[in-house]
């Protein structure tokens, strides 16, 4: 993934792709994501075909580093939008999560938004997340960058020196990066449906899925790989262990199941 570093972030505004291709739509309901009230995370494979393409695609690049963040450490997309480079120790290698960026939209006014600083609703909240080599890569890279084009102009509450701004430098929030997400799946598949054709093999469907799936994610792989149940508590912020001994229990289920497949394949077993 450190080759990804090499594309930076810019202002680009992505386009929604208007064409899709005949049985798109009937893939991606097939996909495990589909249904919007049940929260699944996405495989490796999905996850790094996402990636990929960002990272390759012209005009989606620019979100690259925002996504490897995302997928690389777990937090709420308050806690990322919310995140400021003092928040980050590049020597420890550490990221301090110590509040949350909150936006909210009024119809009335015209369509108001406004941002407030918030602090976690709970102790559990407020932590330390490590970072990934990858992670500590993505935040290097956007710094440079920003070092060049320029930071982020918003001060809400009193904060200001925010890692993640639009073309406008002006704060991020939830909405575009969801709207930027679906795009993105969404070009690929039309992509990966063309591509499979043409190869005549089964399509890799990136499933719907949010900035939650992502954080969702994040955890499954950490269940996977670790089975300290307080330390992947404490780098989520869950309020409730039960809430991390549910993702845990589940992550682990499937684990088992794809162990056992794995020793059917071997011929020797009995």
Request: hydrophobic share 40%.
């Amino acid at each position: 993934m450190s080759a990804r570093m090499k594309i930076v972030p810019g202002a680009v505004l992505a386009v929604f792709p208007m064409w899709v291709p005949k049985g798109i739509m009937a893939e991606i309901k097939k996909s495990n994501l589909w249904d919007k009230g049940t929260r699944h995370a996405l495989t490796i494979e999905e996850t790094s075909a996402f990636l990929d393409f960002v990272e390759k695609h012209p005009v989606y690049n620019h979100w690259l580093t925002l996504f490897v963040v995302l997928f690389g450490t777990g937090m709420r997309v308050g806690e990322v939008c919310g995140l400021r480079w003092q928040d980050l120790d590049f020597e420890k290698r550490e990221i301090s999560i110590n509040h949350n960026l909150i936006y909210t939209r009024w119809d009335g006014d015209g369509g108001k938004e406004t941002f407030h600083i918030s602090t976690p609703k709970t102790a559990k909240g407020i932590r330390m997340i490590p970072m990934t080599d990858e992670v500590y890569e993505a935040f290097k890279a956007e710094y440079d960058h920003q070092t060049v084009t320029g930071f982020c102009e918003s001060e809400v509450d009193g904060m200001s020196g925010f890692v993640f701004c639009n073309r406008f430098k002006r704060v991020l929030h939830q909405v575009p990066i969801n709207r930027a997400i679906k795009r993105v799946y969404t070009c690929y598949n039309n992509d990966e449906v063309l591509r499979a054709a043409k190869a005549k093999r089964k399509p890799l469907i990136i499933p719907h899925f949010s900035c939650h799936h992502i954080r969702h994610t994040f955890c499954t792989r950490l269940c996977e790989r670790e089975t300290n149940i307080k330390a992947i508590q404490e780098i989520m912020g869950h309020a409730d262990v039960q809430t991390t001994l549910d993702i845990y229990a589940e992550a682990t289920s499937e684990v088992k199941h794809d162990a056992i497949k794995a020793l059917r394949k071997q011929k020797d077993v009995y």
